[in-house]
Nanobody, 124 residues
């Protein structure tokens, strides 16, 4: 069993900041990429930022220069620092991780896991 638990969402005024955290727990052997997605009402879920196990990252064009993704491998945690927030950033933010679990035959089985989502609301 693997769980991803997000925290840090909330209501903030435009121009403000929030920091999201996501902790992965359970029978984890290794974590490959981790990332954040978001889904606004009536829109499809979209990638916000992603980071590899070696801390190489990429961002959606809409958040470049404002958001920073980081991770702490020792804590199985990924963070998203969001600065200069805009009303268009309002969405439910989901944590995602590609996690490997050690199988019975000593192979590593990888799968995508998702958190339950945390609401971010930016008021104008």
């Amino acid at each position: 069993q693997v769980q991803l638990v997000e925290s840090g969402g909330g209501l903030v005024q435009a121009g403000g900041s929030l920091r999201l955290s996501c902790v992965a727990s359970g029978s984890i052997f290794t974590i490959n990429r981790m990332g954040w997605y978001r889904q606004a009402p009536g829109k499809q879920r979209e990638l916000v930022a992603r980071i590899t196990s070696s801390s190489s990252s990429n961002y959606a064009d809409s958040v470049k220069g404002r958001f920073t993704i980081s991770r702490d491998n020792a804590k199985n945690t990924v963070y998203l620092q969001m600065d200069s927030l805009k009303p268009d950033d309002t969405a439910v933010y989901y944590c995602n991780a590609f996690i490997g679990i050690l199988g019975r035959d000593a192979t590593v089985d990888y799968a995508d896991y998702w958190g339950q989502g945390t609401q971010v609301t930016v008021s104008s």
